[in-house]
């Protein structure tokens, strides 16, 4: 009886970890899917920033992204959280997709006409009673863009929640390749930021009709229903966990910008917004594949708890081995990837960048341990972790940027950042499991080797771009992480599967 009871054990353990793996597998695909596009997606907003950065020059760039910084503070009460509240509940029941669609997207709407009149009465405030001067066109023009974005969002949490991630693929690039050929056109003809931002309103408009369109044809079970204004108020409750949290994380990503623009100038806001823009460029790794992986985590949650553990483990694991060669081998080139892409008054922004790319590691790990904490209903936790995370951003910032200007503001962003980290990893590590030790130096050994390698001319006195030898650093690195036992023939197999998927 006991040999009876001892092999069922063991046949449902190897069921569960059969379909844990299964399920890891659909997560890397539907990933892949959603950061193939947004990787596409980023280098043609790269392109468009590194020509509008070389078109403004740092004094005018840092205006564009001080606007920028003020209208996405603007926009945080349209996003409400409502796109990661959509997500977790179609994810759990499907059938209420529709519904969800026309009530929140017509909820949008309503906000964002309010938000419009409360930024009129920001501008009357700043520019007739304190005398500060803001472009208020140019602010109108960015916070118009940013709406219809947050409108296009509705249908993209639809697309994630039902893990058709493709969906958003397809409407993500042909949005992007507009953005472009539009931005593009705008600066080509000489256009000052206030029309290039206008011109760029009618991509974002392309976007949100392209997305109704993939809705209508690929996803909708039904037709599209009428909104229930009546549900308005019972959607903005349960949104406000994953709203403290979207609003305290607007405050995380653009305050630096804010007070580098008011405790320093333009100049040095455009030299630290060059390195700030590369830096959410590479994240479009952690977002991507926490936005794939948070349905998964909300359903191993509540159907499978031991298996999230597992789960969330094999995620850290998966962005050390990417965060920490890239920090490192970032660090070593950075004079040659900054001065190819920018133009010589772009020159300080080499130090600035080398500081800043220390956060790499840390801002990976947060995006999945943020997904954990969202998908076993602590919100509010990751809510209070980013707002000590603030505080500490917004303190180091004060303290630095007066003497040390963008150098400083990219000291106090990788403090803030690791703090950030630290609470988010106290919390999940107490709930599920700490990480073994290996995840960490495995990749850090190889990532130091492969940066000893990229920076070995240097020490030699060869004077080429250290960017030919970046394939052959990327080839030892996982060779020798391979050797170590970093990565096994399983993790082999299974990027075989996702590459041939």
């Not at 593009?184 to 009709?209: M, R």
């Not at 926490?290 to 159907?303: D, E, H, Q």
Request: proline letters at 3%; one cysteine or more.
């Amino acid at each position: 009886m006991r040999n009876n009871d001892s092999k069922n054990f063991y046949k449902s353990c190897l069921l569960q970890i059969r379909g844990l793996v299964s399920e890891l597998i659909k997560v890397l695909k539907n990933a892949g899917w959603l950061t193939s596009a947004q990787m596409i997606a980023r280098i043609l907003s790269a392109v468009f920033i590194i020509l509008l950065a070389n078109h403004l020059l740092p004094s005018s760039f840092g205006i564009y992204n001080s606007v920028i910084a003020y209208s996405y503070l603007f926009t945080v009460v349209v996003d409400w959280g409502m796109d990661e509240m959509t997500i977790r509940e179609v994810s759990r029941q499907p059938e209420k997709g529709p519904q969800y669609l026309s009530d929140i997207i017509s909820l949008r709407m309503v906000l964002g006409v309010s938000t419009m009149f409360v930024l009129f009465t920001f501008y009357y405030l700043i520019s007739v009673i304190y005398g500060i001067e803001i472009p208020f066109a140019v602010l109108t023009a960015a916070m118009t863009m940013l709406i219809f974005e947050k409108l296009s969002n509705t249908f993209f949490a639809q697309f994630q929640a039902y893990e058709r991630m493709e969906l958003q693929a397809y409407a993500t690039l042909i949005w992007k390749v507009t953005y472009l050929v539009i931005g593009i056109t705008a600066i080509l003809l000489g256009f000052d930021l206030f029309l290039i931002l206008t011109f760029l309103i009618i991509s974002y408009i392309i976007q949100l009709f392209v997305s109704l369109i993939i809705y209508k044809f690929k996803l909708a079970r039904s037709k599209i229903l009428s909104p229930s204004p009546g549900r308005w108020i019972s959607h903005l409750k349960r949104s406000s966990p994953f709203a403290v949290f979207i609003t305290v994380s607007v405050i995380y990503g653009q305050v630096i910008i804010v007070l580098v623009s008011i405790l320093s100038d333009s100049f040095t806001t455009g030299v630290y917004s060059a390195s700030w823009k590369i830096i959410i460029f590479l994240g479009v790794v952690p977002y991507s594949f926490g936005r794939a992986i948070y349905p998964v985590f909300s359903r191993l949650y509540k159907n499978r708890k031991g298996a999230l553990k597992h789960a969330y483990l094999e995620t850290l694991r998966f962005l050390l081995i990417l965060s920490l060669p890239l920090t490192l081998g970032l660090y070593v080139i950075a004079e040659d990837v900054l001065m190819l892409i920018y133009t010589v008054e772009y020159e300080q922004t080499i130090m600035v960048f080398r500081t800043i790319v220390w956060m790499l590691p840390f801002f990976f790990m947060n995006g999945s341990l943020k997904m954990v904490l969202w998908s076993s209903d602590r919100t509010f936790d990751s809510s209070k972790n980013l707002i000590g995370a603030s505080i500490v951003l917004v303190v180091s910032g004060v303290l630095l940027i007066p003497s040390y200007g963008a150098y400083g503001a990219a000291i106090a962003i990788v403090l803030a950042e690791i703090i950030h980290f630290l609470l988010n990893y106290h919390i999940v590590s107490g709930q599920l499991s700490p990480a073994p030790l290996a995840y960490v130096w495995k990749p850090y050994i190889s990532s130091m080797l492969m940066a000893g390698l990229l920076y070995l001319p240097i020490l030699l006195g060869f004077k080429f771009s250290l960017l030919w030898l970046l394939p052959l650093g990327i080839g030892i690195y996982f060779a020798f992480l391979y050797l170590i036992g970093g990565i096994d023939k399983e993790d082999v197999m299974l990027a075989r599967e996702f590459l041939s998927s």
